[in-house]
């Protein structure tokens, strides 16, 4: 994959959560607040791993190094989204 592609991944993987709440039925009350507030959170963290990403990868060498911190970030990002989801 190109890393401009991989730049992108990154970004739209902050609406994960926005994507889930549209399948998954979320909790009411003070419980929908937390959807609330952690969909913008996301989104702001998939942007600047996005950018981050593309910044530092630049210069870079190493295939695997830039693939492992690719995955790293992307899984990072997976898996707060499914550890703060409020679930009902």
Do not use: C, D, E
């Not at 003070?30 to 996005?50: C, E, R």
């Not at 210069?59 to 409020?86: C, D, E, G, Q, V």
Request: glycine share 8%; charged share 10%.
């Amino acid at each position: 994959m190109k890393k401009h592609l991989k730049s992108v991944i990154l970004v739209f993987s902050g609406l994960l959560t926005f994507i889930l709440s549209l399948f998954v039925p979320v909790g009411g009350g003070g419980v929908s607040l937390i959807l609330a507030l952690s969909i913008p959170f996301f989104i702001v963290v998939g942007i600047i791993f996005g950018v981050i990403y593309h910044v530092f990868i630049r210069k870079m060498k190493n295939i695997y190094l830039k693939n492992s911190i690719f995955f790293a970030m992307l899984f990072l990002i997976i898996i707060l989204t499914f550890l703060w989801y409020p679930y009902q």
